[in-house]
């Protein structure tokens, strides 16, 4: 958001995402690229493990692995209705 003109935001191109990525020595096109879990969160977040297992994991066993997850995520029902 720009200091200078309240409700306006600066807009980056290009040729000035390319230019930092060339003097910071980063691959071209990382600019362009959003921050992952790791980035954001750093390494003991719950969600980064989680997306660094996935990511490890097989293609074939993602399925397996959001099913599981949903089960977690159901509430959980005790007797008589207590959670």
């Given at each position: 958001?720009?200091?200078?003109?309240?409700?306006?935001?600066?807009?980056?191109?290009?040729?000035?995402?390319?230019?930092?990525?060339?003097?910071?020595?980063?691959?071209?096109?990382?600019?362009?690229?959003?921050?992952?879990?790791?980035?954001?969160?750093?390494?003991?977040?719950?969600?980064?493990?989680?997306?660094?297992?996935?990511?490890?994991?097989p293609p074939d066993?993602?399925a397996t692995a959001v099913r599981?997850?949903?089960?977690?995520?159901?509430?959980?029902?005790?007797?008589?209705?207590?959670?």
């Amino acid at each position: 958001m720009r200091t200078d003109r309240p409700g306006k935001f600066f807009i980056m191109g290009d040729d000035q995402a390319r230019e930092i990525e060339q003097k910071l020595s980063l691959d071209t096109g990382w600019m362009d690229t959003p921050p992952s879990y790791l980035e954001l969160n750093g390494e003991e977040d719950p969600r980064t493990k989680v997306m660094l297992l996935m990511e490890a994991m097989p293609p074939d066993q993602w399925a397996t692995a959001v099913r599981l997850l949903d089960a977690l995520a159901q509430p959980a029902t005790g007797t008589h209705g207590k959670q």
